[in-house]
């Protein structure tokens, strides 16, 4: 269909290696969010891109997490060194332009694994 | 302080039934958006319903209603004539101003609503 795509929908990794997560918007959609989900809990935010910047990317745990946007549509999510407490599902939402009232359309996630 | 409190971590409803869920909630700013999204087990999560501050009266869509008392911080989900595929996970978000201009939607713990036949 036309909704949020991300992939993998599954990754299991070793501690210490690098993985991207990809994140495809809804066509048109200028906003574009990045939330991470552990067990039990809500979505938690971690980056906002408006186009290509990142708006606000406050929520980033540390400097092993990383995101772009290079051309305002598909952003990849990157996390380098994996620990076992990055395990978690990683959820992206975009966001249409104009006013309205700022629903977010989800993906289905990326579920990470760090053994 | 938790910005969005949701304190039933689980609910269990007989099909057909009304069901209330929880959500209070925490900011200073007199401008601010209240969601509420379900995420079936699927993963996805989908929204529901939406309160803005300013409005005068409770949101409703379909089966879903929002109780909105604004002077209680509070922004309850009333689900009408429940459905089994209503069993899900709900969570209640707040949108508020962050700093820069941007407005990041901050997520409850979420409740797990089980609808029995």
């Known amino acids: 269909g036309a909704g949020v795509s991300q992939t993998p929908s599954n990754k299991v990794t070793e501690k210490g290696k690098y993985v991207e997560l990809r994140c495809d918007p809804i066509s048109g959609h200028t906003a574009l969010y990045w939330y991470r989900q552990s067990l039990g809990q809500g979505p938690e935010f971690l980056i906002y891109f408006q186009g290509t910047g990142a708006a606000d990317d406050s929520g980033l745990p540390n400097d092993r997490f990383f995101a772009v946007r290079p051309e305002g549509s598909v952003s990849t999510l990157k996390i380098q060194r994996t620990e076992r407490g990055d395990s978690a599902v990683y959820l992206c939402?975009?966001?249409?332009?104009?006013?309205?009232?700022?629903?977010?359309?989800f993906g289905e996630g990326s579920r990470l694994t760090v053994l | 302080a938790q910005k969005i409190t949701q304190t039933q971590p689980g609910m269990f409803v007989q099909e057909k039934e009304a069901v209330t869920l929880d959500c209070t909630y925490d900011t200073s700013d007199p401008s601010y958006g209240l969601f509420w999204y379900k995420q079936p087990s699927s993963g996805e999560m989908i929204f529901l319903i939406y309160q803005g501050s300013y409005d005068q009266q409770n949101a409703t869509e379909g089966r879903y209603s929002l109780n909105f008392q604004k002077a209680r911080k509070s922004a309850n989900l009333v689900i009408s004539a429940s459905q089994l595929g209503d069993s899900a996970m709900y969570f209640c978000a707040m949108r508020e101003p962050a700093s820069g201009g941007s407005y990041i939607p901050t997520f409850g713990r979420g409740t797990s609503l089980i609808v029995h036949p």
């Open positions: 939402a975009s966001q249409p332009p104009g006013a309205g009232t700022g629903e977010l359309f």
